[in-house]
């Protein structure tokens, strides 16, 4: 069987209306269907970037409270060893 023989069978075939009826609405929906899917990989790239977005934003307030304890305590230590070498200097 050649290609040439395939070509003269296609031009026997008949295509109805209700053959192009259907074909479109399948194209249709297919479409529809593509449609949908770009919405909800949209939607969901939306929501993890505002999940990563929410995520570093508590890491650096976790991150500025630490930091805020932190000189919090080395305040209060180095006000510790001021008092003491100031008694230490008026005792000597």
């Known amino acids: 069987m050649t290609i040439?023989?395939?070509l003269v069978d296609l031009e026997k075939l008949i295509i109805s209306k209700e053959l192009i009826i259907s074909a479109a609405g399948a194209h249709q929906k297919y479409v529809t269907y593509l449609?949908?899917?770009?919405?909800?990989?949209?939607?969901?790239?939306?929501?993890?970037?505002?999940k990563l977005l929410t995520e570093s934003v508590e890491d650096l307030k976790r991150k500025k409270k630490h930091l805020e304890?932190?000189?919090k305590e080395l305040n209060k230590?180095?006000?510790?060893?001021s008092e003491k070498t100031g008694k230490v200097a008026i005792l000597a």
């Open 35 to 50: 449609e949908k899917q770009k919405i909800c990989i949209k939607n969901k790239t939306g929501g993890e970037k505002r």
């Open 69 to 71: 304890d932190d000189i």
């Open 4 to 6: 040439y023989d395939l």
């Open 77 to 81: 230590t180095s006000d510790d060893y």
